[in-house]
């Protein structure tokens, strides 16, 4: 793959490709896109960026300031194996073209800074992350919402509710049951051939794979797996997988979704998130302490507990998320840390006594969250906890599912709501601008947004199930 600038060019010159996509996240976390004539680019669109309107992108640019450039990173370069023409995709980073900066709204912009941060506190000087996105693959998708009606559709050749389908033909009984959704053979699970492809295509591109599997609940949920990677890194990888999931979907006619909680009653999709820093070398969070772990280890753990209801505004970002962290689903609700503990937000995985295998696993997060601000913000609460050297408190070696009322009470649990989110991350968010990571703006632009656009418009209309509760009141 290329590493810099020259070695694009020279990869755009010796294919003869004459198109190159230009690839940007925005501020929800969708990615966007520009395609230029390889006449646009050259050295210096490395460095300076290429301009761009930015006024129309979510959350970001008024029109009388919208003049803005992506800067392509030349190590991000792979050919867009959907498009019809040969073309050359590059991630891009935003920069300001006023005064030459990165753009403080930009979220890779800010997963730069949260690395740097790091440095600069002499901790350490790799922060690595692994994320574990869940989805579904639906055969379809239909949703409406107006004045005087409200619904969505969503079905699966594998759902457990199509036993009954005349329409479908033979083979109905092999569709996996609520919650037993988990490692099937064919036939019951139907998308092996699609997972398949889905993963060696993310290969091609240059994700370092792993796995793939079925996941618990019925009607396609899936997961595929990757190595973990240098937070920007991990995060551009994500989107990769995003995209080529979908994408390799279309052309089987399904769709995916990450939606936390597509269905009702069964398993939603989280994004459990492996987490450790590193120094040069040497890793960091293996030591002495509770399940190999180093004090180090322990602090950061200390610095996600005490700032999870804060952490959740970014990893858990939307109202569907919080259909997911609800008691009895496997959903980590319940803010305490285990060795192998499911139950618990925080896990510590069996991964042996290697050092550079020791780290945590956030498994709160979902992957309707923006990967650049969630990976930094994990960052900066764990960075904050070494820093002032928070007590993370007794682990919770026993199944949380099993306590009493009154033990359970004792354990902090997350936030019922984005809006409860939102305001924990009001109250608690100077870990997030101590270094410069995040700035102040963009934190109350992040709320503002969240309430004007997701929490308010989910406030003021009618819930389908509403009318079946109370339409003979």
Same mark, same amino acid.
């Given at each position: 793959m290329p590493q810099t600038a020259a070695d694009v060019l020279k990869m755009i010159q010796d294919q003869d490709i004459q198109l190159i996509d230009l690839?940007?996240?925005?501020?929800?976390?969708?990615?966007?896109?520009?395609? %230029?004539?390889?006449?646009?680019? /050259?050295?210096?669109?490395?460095a300076d960026g290429v301009a761009f309107d930015g006024s129309s992108i979510r959350g970001w640019k008024a029109i009388n300031e919208s003049d803005m450039m992506m800067v392509p990173d030349p190590e991000s370069a792979w050919i867009d194996p959907f498009m019809q023409e040969p073309t050359l995709s590059l991630i891009c980073t935003i920069k300001e073209p006023r005064t030459g900066e990165l753009y403080e709204r930009c979220p890779r912009a800010i997963a730069s800074k949260a690395i740097d941060y790091l440095k600069s506190t002499g901790i350490g000087d790799t922060a690595y992350f692994g994320p574990e996105a869940e989805f579904f693959v639906f055969d379809d998708v239909r949703f409406d919402q107006t004045e005087n009606s409200?619904?969505?559709y969503v079905d699966s050749v594998e759902g457990r509710w199509n036993t009954g389908r005349e329409e479908e033909g033979g083979n109905l009984g092999y569709k996996p049951r609520y919650k037993e959704g988990y490692? *099937? %053979?064919?036939?019951?699970?139907?998308?092996? /051939?699609?997972?398949?492809?889905?993963?060696?295509?993310?290969?091609?591109?240059? %994700?370092?794979?792993? !796995?793939?599997?079925?996941?618990?609940?019925?009607?396609?949920q899936c997961e595929l797996g990757f190595r973990f990677g240098k937070l920007v890194q991990a995060a551009d990888w994500l989107m990769i997988y995003k995209y080529c999931i979908k994408n390799v979907a279309k052309k089987y006619g399904r769709s995916v979704t990450f939606m936390p909680k597509p269905l009702f009653n069964d398993n939603g999709s989280g994004m459990h998130t492996h987490q450790s820093i590193w120094n040069g070398d040497q890793p960091l969070f293996g030591g002495?302490?509770?399940?190999?772990?180093?004090?180090?280890? =322990?602090?950061?753990?200390?610095?996600?507990? !005490?700032?999870?209801?804060? =952490?959740?505004?970014?990893?858990?970002?939307?109202?569907?998320?919080?259909k997911r962290l609800v008691p009895g689903f496997e959903a980590p609700v319940n803010l305490a840390y285990s060795q192998g503990n499911r139950s618990a937000s925080v896990r510590i995985p069996l991964s042996g006594d290697s050092p550079k295998a020791k780290r945590l696993e956030f498994r709160c997060p979902d992957a309707t969250s923006n990967p650049y601000l969630a990976f930094a913000a994990?960052?900066?609460?764990?960075?904050?906890?070494?820093?002032?050297?928070?007590?993370?408190?007794?682990?919770l070696d026993v199944d949380i599912y099993d306590l009493s009322p009154e033990?359970?009470?004792?354990?902090?649990?997350? *936030?019922?709501?984005?809006?409860?989110?939102?305001?924990?991350?009001?109250?608690?968010?100077?870990?997030?601008i101590t270094g410069g990571v995040f700035t102040a703006d963009f934190i109350q632009n992040w709320i503002e947004? !969240?309430?004007?656009?997701?929490?308010?418009?989910?406030k003021l209309r009618p819930h389908p199930y509403e009318v079946a509760l109370y339409y003979d009141c």
């Amino acid at each position: 793959m290329p590493q810099t600038a020259a070695d694009v060019l020279k990869m755009i010159q010796d294919q003869d490709i004459q198109l190159i996509d230009l690839k940007f996240i925005d501020l929800p976390g969708i990615w966007q896109h520009l395609t %230029v004539h390889r006449s646009q680019i /050259d050295e210096s669109s490395f460095a300076d960026g290429v301009a761009f309107d930015g006024s129309s992108i979510r959350g970001w640019k008024a029109i009388n300031e919208s003049d803005m450039m992506m800067v392509p990173d030349p190590e991000s370069a792979w050919i867009d194996p959907f498009m019809q023409e040969p073309t050359l995709s590059l991630i891009c980073t935003i920069k300001e073209p006023r005064t030459g900066e990165l753009y403080e709204r930009c979220p890779r912009a800010i997963a730069s800074k949260a690395i740097d941060y790091l440095k600069s506190t002499g901790i350490g000087d790799t922060a690595y992350f692994g994320p574990e996105a869940e989805f579904f693959v639906f055969d379809d998708v239909r949703f409406d919402q107006t004045e005087n009606s409200s619904y969505y559709y969503v079905d699966s050749v594998e759902g457990r509710w199509n036993t009954g389908r005349e329409e479908e033909g033979g083979n109905l009984g092999y569709k996996p049951r609520y919650k037993e959704g988990y490692f *099937p %053979v064919a036939p019951t699970d139907t998308l092996q /051939d699609m997972r398949s492809e889905m993963l060696l295509k993310m290969a091609e591109l240059g %994700v370092p794979i792993e !796995k793939h599997h079925h996941e618990v609940a019925t009607g396609g949920q899936c997961e595929l797996g990757f190595r973990f990677g240098k937070l920007v890194q991990a995060a551009d990888w994500l989107m990769i997988y995003k995209y080529c999931i979908k994408n390799v979907a279309k052309k089987y006619g399904r769709s995916v979704t990450f939606m936390p909680k597509p269905l009702f009653n069964d398993n939603g999709s989280g994004m459990h998130t492996h987490q450790s820093i590193w120094n040069g070398d040497q890793p960091l969070f293996g030591g002495d302490q509770y399940a190999g772990l180093s004090q180090m280890a =322990l602090w950061y753990i200390g610095g996600i507990l !005490k700032h999870a209801p804060a =952490l959740l505004a970014f990893t858990n970002p939307t109202t569907n998320s919080y259909k997911r962290l609800v008691p009895g689903f496997e959903a980590p609700v319940n803010l305490a840390y285990s060795q192998g503990n499911r139950s618990a937000s925080v896990r510590i995985p069996l991964s042996g006594d290697s050092p550079k295998a020791k780290r945590l696993e956030f498994r709160c997060p979902d992957a309707t969250s923006n990967p650049y601000l969630a990976f930094a913000a994990m960052l900066c609460a764990g960075i904050d906890g070494i820093k002032n050297q928070i007590d993370p408190g007794s682990p919770l070696d026993v199944d949380i599912y099993d306590l009493s009322p009154e033990e359970l009470a004792k354990i902090p649990s997350t *936030p019922g709501s984005l809006e409860e989110a939102l305001t924990a991350l009001e109250n608690d968010h100077e870990f997030l601008i101590t270094g410069g990571v995040f700035t102040a703006d963009f934190i109350q632009n992040w709320i503002e947004y !969240k309430l004007d656009n997701e929490v308010l418009p989910m406030k003021l209309r009618p819930h389908p199930y509403e009318v079946a509760l109370y339409y003979d009141c």
